[in-house]
């Protein structure tokens, strides 16, 4: 179904929430889906497989334990948008000419934005490449590799990040809807659900304020 | 106008520490920056013209119209659908299910197969579903009262007594306008770009506007059936005192929180406009008298003011004393030499409460459109780069930034009851935002992140431990739970104007100053409270109607001029 981007936004920011993420990470992942899905990748799917994947564990299970060497998690697969985080704060070590390179990391596709957005602070060209495949963006727009199978995989071994230097032309720019599955859009409304509160009598009566007749 | 423009401004901008704090945000008005007012005068600069090529309604008031808006390069088009609703499903609760009248901006004109589509789902507002070529969504209750009495008077052939029509001011109240992306309508970067809507919320305006005309017309319709030959027509001077209003709860409210550069750029073009006009080092005669002039009518305005909210009672009885030792000191003060408006303002400061001040800060702007109105296109916000967090700043200075614009919050203890007593949060039914109380309701779970002053501190707290020279990148991956906050503060250091510097969770929190803050902005007038969370005003109130753009003044109409009874 095609959806406003800031609709998506919307529920995405809730969902990751929902998902236990923290208000700050929730914020950049609902940016990221707004990101992707403009693209015409599959974004919305992507999040609502990880928050599944990932519901019940904490976040600092699936973090970048230190950025020293090869980012890895303490326990499982990196969350590609913790990481992703990470990776847009350094993107000064991208601009230094330093390769930044993953250990397993979960939906990898949700790197790409972060990616995107550390190219346009560093005004270069960032390349992310994982399972044969690389996605080449200067943050607006985006070009993929030929051998694209890897674009929706759950996980992936190793995903390196990397400036570059030999501009790449070709790049599609975003659009101005998305598309949702609705399998996916019922993930993410599921897990949005979980940050309303309960409706109660007395929240409906007081919450809102009102209570006066608007038959005046 | 304006020969004493002195192009480096001497006098500073305001300290963000006055002016963010919730009595005066709460004490705004409308000012030549009003997102109406930037409305009209781009519609009668532009010579845009109306058509409406359908109005097709019966007997009932069951129907649809169509109000077309031509500027320079494109059409608008409002779609209507009139309702005949029973009693007791009116309600202006976002949890309502039914309308008087509900609307859409098309974004061109509207082919048959359009009207059938979004017959199918405007009616049904949040339900239904649309499309890009829409541009925002809203609907609109009828005053009652004044709806009834208007009806019979004019079938009649008699005119409503002005006096009885200046008590409510509105035959028909929006309770919701979405715009940018809603229900599937097209997103604010899909017309951004356009010279017309490069102020903020214009399309909302506009939707408005036309909607006023269509509420005007709808009456006189269903008065004609009524009444038939005899029926009177409603005078102009009468149809023109009348605005739309509008009813609006909690939800406007975390707007101005969850959208800190947007609101730094309407705070900062304001207050950049005041420190032009008090930097004028002289003021011609005819500056001053259109400045007295607009006083008096604000007085006036004052006077017709209406609330039965206590506090809005107490506050009107304040503003209109002030306004007329304000127009005491204008009669016998200089207010030409010596930097007159700087002089008048700082009077202000040390002689008058905060809603006069807000009124003088407004009010002074008025002669010098060649000097602020520039100032409109400032207001949107087109700054892409702000989200991204800077993860080189040291934390150091980001200690500093947090010391500067959150020292109001630094010391307040954030564990006693009354400085955390409420909650915002938003409810199952309807996602509609709500404020509860925090040891009362079990919503501490599911609380929004509205209460930046409460973060901040623990923000700094955290950052004890951290050695100056540290990057904040390093802090963010250790304590992930303090990214929003380090965002919000990376933003104030550069948008002064962002942050509301006062405590958006405490015990004695007034949700409608932060309503009255937004909506002054909009342009509107006349902030009725009824509750300390709910607010019903009047917009376009005293503007032209389409018809009358071009022959009348498009753009200090929010000042009433003398042929309105104030009994």
Known sequence: ?216 | MGAALNPASDIPQRDPATVMRLARLGSFHQSRLSFMRILTRRMKREAWTFSRPVFEIDAKGVGHAIYCTHTPDRTYSLVAFAHDLPAEKRSDRVIAEAWDSTFTMFDGVPTDADIERLRANIPLQEAGRVTESELSVSRANRSVRLWDYMVSCLADGQQPDPAEVAKVGYLMRTTAVYGSGKLGAADREVIAGRPECAAPFQIEMLSVFLTRTYVRDLMQHMANLKGGDRTATLSPETARSMGIGNSTGLGMAPFIVNHPMLFNNWIAAREEAIARVRSLATATVADTRLFTDLLARSVQSAALWRSEHPIQIEKLDELRQDLATLTAHVNSADLQSDHPWDRLYQWAAGHLGVDAQECLASLMLEPYGNIVDDLADTMAHTQTDTFRIDGTMSVGKLKTVLDDAYDWALDVDWNAKEHCARAWYVSAEKLEPRLGERFEEPIAPYEQPLAPGRDAAALRTALADWAPDDAIAGFLLACPEHRHTVRRAQIVARAPYAEIRDNTIGSDLLPIDMLRCKLSFFGAMHFDPRSDRWVRICMFGNAPYPEELQSRDADLWPYPNGAVETS
Not at chain 1, 98 to 125: C, E, G, N
Not at chain 1, 179 to 187: D, K, L, M, Y
Request: hydrophobic fraction near 45%.
């Open chain 1, 1 to 216: 179904m095609s959806y406003s981007l800031n609709e998506i936004e919307a529920l995405a920011k809730r969902a990751a929430r929902g998902g236990g993420l923290s208000w700050g990470i929730s914020e950049e992942a609902a940016k990221a889906v707004r990101w992707l899905t403009s693209h015409g990748l599959p974004g919305g799917e992507a999040l609502a497989g990880l928050l599944g994947q990932n519901d019940g564990v904490a976040s600092d299970q699936v973090a970048p334990g230190d950025l020293d060497d090869v980012w890895h998690a303490s326990n499982g697969a990196l969350c590609p948008l913790i990481s992703g985080a990470a990776l847009n704060d350094y993107a000064e070590r991208l601009a230094a000419g330093t390769d930044i390179t993953m250990r397993d990391v979960s939906y990898p596709l949700l790197v790409v934005p972060f990616a995107a957005w550390a190219a346009m602070h560093i005004k270069a060209q960032v390349g992310v490449s994982w399972g044969g495949m690389r996605v080449v963006t200067d943050g607006n727009g985006l070009g993929i590799s030929d051998a694209d199978d890897a674009l929706l995989v759950t996980k992936t071994p190793q995903l390196s990040c990397a400036q570059v230097t030999t501009a790449t032309g070709a790049f599609s720019q975003p659009l101005s809807r998305g598309e949702v599955s609705p399998g996916a859009w019922a993930t993410l409304n599921d897990f949005a659900q979980r940050t309303y509160a309960p409706a109660t009598e007395a929240s409906r009566r007081l919450g809102a304020g009102a209570g006066v007749s608007d038959n005046d």
